[in-house]
């Protein structure tokens, strides 16, 4: 047993003991009331605190040898040493079966005995007025806590829920500022700039990223605005994807703002943010996306809910002037962008947020 919690005194002095993860501590509990005792008590009173505790030792590995001695010599100390020895005993092997004619607790791992004791540290009925042994949970029950909401394990980036990305930082990777919700262990967050070239296409593009890097171990969680995260693998490729829809991606990735091949000024000024190498980057949609083959049909997405496509697909921008109040979710988008070859779309079923009609 390595993990820290309450259990049982080895020494039979006092109800319970706290196991620090390697060893016992002074630190025990009686009725609730915590105090401090030695693990090794002095000499002159071992032999009465192991003859009077052989009713509660009964079912500790040692208990009777400790008994014999005390009865047959009350005023020697080999009794304290038998505790002494016990005491240091590797939690394993310390608590046996209560009764040799119940194999089946018998055959119970020791966290799974105590817990099975009313007043036990994982999930039993505590005795009242008594604080929890070592539960975080004592005392509280409900969906929030019955696990489904637990923290899911796994290396790299991985999906917390289809809304949050858990990332297990094994290696430095960039992040969209201020989309932290939550982190564990030493992990630290820093201004990533993308040098001056990207700075003055940002400023003149109005596409970029405003990144963090993060680095240190722990776990950290992301999110932006509860969209849908999804998670790409990028094997020596490229993707192209609205920088608004950038979670995190690998630090290994290389990233710079591109202009949108046959796009224009006069066309809307389409850039787009390109990830290329090798690595994984999160992608966000508002709502579930569609995903659709290019290379099946000519392909055209409006630019506002186009989200990403793979770099090697040929773009271009058709106009529709005079479909323009009738194509797209807007006020009639005059330009859509067209795709052509082998690749994927990325669209969204969202244009983003929508100003309301005003009434002044």
Known sequence: MTAAAWHPDPTGRHELRYWDGSQWTDHVSDQGVQSTSPVHAPADSGAATASDSSDSSAGWVGSAEVEAEAGSDAGSAEPVQATQQFAEQPMETQYAPQSAADPQYAAQP????????????????????????????????????????????????????????????????????????????????NFQGGGAAKFLKKAFTGEGLSLMRVEGQGDVFLADGAREVHILHLNNSGLSVSGSNVLAFSASLDWNVERVKGGSIAAGGLFNTTLRGTGWVAITTDGQPVVLNAAEAPTFADAQALVAWSVHLQTSIKSSFTAGSLIGRGSGEAFQVAFSGQGFVIVQPSEGGVVPPHTH
């Open 110 to 189: 020791v966290v799974e005995q105590y817990a099975a004791q009313p007043g036990g540290y994982q999930g039993g009925q505590q005795p009242a007025g008594q604080q929890p042994y070592g539960d975080a949970f004592a005392g509280i029950t409900g969906d929030l806590i019955d696990g489904r909401f637990s923290e899911k394990d796994g290396v790299g980036a991985s999906l917390q829920n289809k809304r949050m990305l858990r990332v297990r930082v094994v290696e430095p990777f960039m992040a969209k500022q201020g989309a932290m919700v939550a982190y564990q262990g030493n992990v630290a967050f």
